[in-house]
C-alpha cells in the first residue's frame, strides 16, 4: 500500500493566453505570448533589452493606454476573471501592483511619505497603516535609516528598495517588477533579490519579474520564460534553464564549445537550436 501523499500543484494566479500588443495602432509589439503564475512562485520573463518584457508587464497591469498600446488578441486572467477591461485601480485593489522601470519615486518627498502613498487605496486604520509600515522597515532597514531623507536624494539602490516597500504597503498578491537590477552595484542587486525571495517565502507575494540580468534571476526564480522579438522562445523551471546550453551561450555568457568569431556567433544567435 503505498502512503506517499502527493504535494497538490499550487494554483495558477495569473493566466496570459496569446496575447498581441500593437502601439499607435501600427506597431506589433508582442506576438501571441503566452505565460503563468502559480500562486506563491517567483516567475522570471527574461530577454535582451526590446525583446517585450516591459510591454508583457504592462499588459497585465493594464499601463498600456498611458503608452498608446492595446491588447488586440488572447486574454488575461487573474484569479480566473478576466482583467484586460479593467483600470490600474482596480487591479491595485484587487492586490495586483507593478513596480516600473526606473522606480520612479516621488522625489520632493521623504521615503517615508512615498511609502504611505502606496497604502492609499486600502481603507485601514491609523494602527494598521503603522503596522504595514513597521512590516516594511524589517524588511528594508536602510529605509527606516533614511526615512526622513528626501527620495530624490538617496541612492538608486535606496530608491529601487522604496518603490518595492511601497507596493508592499498595497498588502499585494502579486507584483510585478520591471527590471530590479537596471544601474545598480552587484552587492545591492543581490540585497534586492534577497529581500524578494524572503517576500515571497514569508509573505507569500507572486512576482511576475522582468530582468536582462538572467543569471541572478534565475538563481531566485521559480521559473521562467525566455522572450525575444515579442514571442515565448522558451520556458522551464528556473533550474534546467540556468543548465540548458542555449541559455547558458547566449544569456549566461558561457559556451561548453570552442569559443566562435564575432561573425560565426551572430549566424548562430540568429539560427538558435530552439528556432530550428
Known amino acids: 500500500m503505498n502512503t506517499s501523499t502527493q504535494v497538490p500543484e499550487p494554483k495558477i494566479l495569473l493566466n496570459v493566453n496569446g496575447i498581441e500588443v500593437i502601439y499607435n495602432h501600427v506597431i506589433l509589439v508582442l506576438k501571441g505570448v503566452s505565460l503563468c503564475v502559480p500562486e506563491g512562485k517567483i516567475v522570471a520573463l527574461l530577454g535582451a ?9 504592462r499588459a497585465v497591469s493594464n499601463l498600456l493606454k498611458a503608452e498608446r498600446g492595446d491588447v488586440t488578441k488572447g486574454n488575461i486572467d487573474y484569479r480566473g476573471e478576466r482583467i484586460e477591461k479593467l483600470t490600474p485601480a482596480d487591479l491595485v485593489k484587487r492586490g495586483v501592483i507593478q513596480v516600473m522601470e526606473g522606480r520612479h519615486c516621488f522625489a520632493h518627498l521623504t521615503i517615508e511619505d512615498n511609502l504611505l502613498t502606496g497604502a ?13 509600515l513597521d512590516k516594511v522597515y524589517q524588511y528594508f532597514p536602510r529605509l527606516k535609516q533614511r526615512r526622513g531623507s528626501q527620495a530624490g536624494y538617496t541612492s538608486g539602490g535606496e530608491q529601487q528598495m522604496t518603490a518595492i516597500g511601497r507596493a508592499l504597503m498595497a498588502n499585494p498578491n502579486m507584483i510585478l517588477l520591471d527590471e530590479p537590477s537596471m544601474g545598480l552595484a552587484p552587492q545591492i542587486v543581490e540585497e534586492i533579490f534577497e529581500i524578494v525571495r524572503d517576500l515571497n517565502q514569508r509573505e507569500g507575494v507572486s512576482f511576475l519579474l522582468a530582468e536582462q540580468n538572467t543569471n541572478i534571476a534565475l538563481r531566485y526564480a521559480d521559473y521562467g520564460y525566455i522572450l525575444e522579438n515579442g514571442r515565448v ?6 533550474r534546467l534553464l540556468a ?9 549566461l555568457g558561457v559556451s561548453s564549445g570552442e ?6 556567433n551572430k549566424f548562430y544567435r540568429r539560427r538558435k537550436r530552439w528556432l530550428a
Open 233 to 238: 522562445m522558451m520556458d522551464g523551471e528556473a
Open 259 to 264: 569559443r566562435k568569431s564575432f561573425r560565426d
Open 120 to 132: 492609499y487605496t486600502r481603507s485601514i486604520s491609523r494602527g494598521e497603516l503603522s503596522a504595514s
Open 49 to 57: 533589452n526590446g525583446a517585450g518584457k516591459t510591454t508583457t508587464l
Open 243 to 251: 543548465e540548458n546550453e542555449d541559455v547558458k551561450e547566449f544569456y
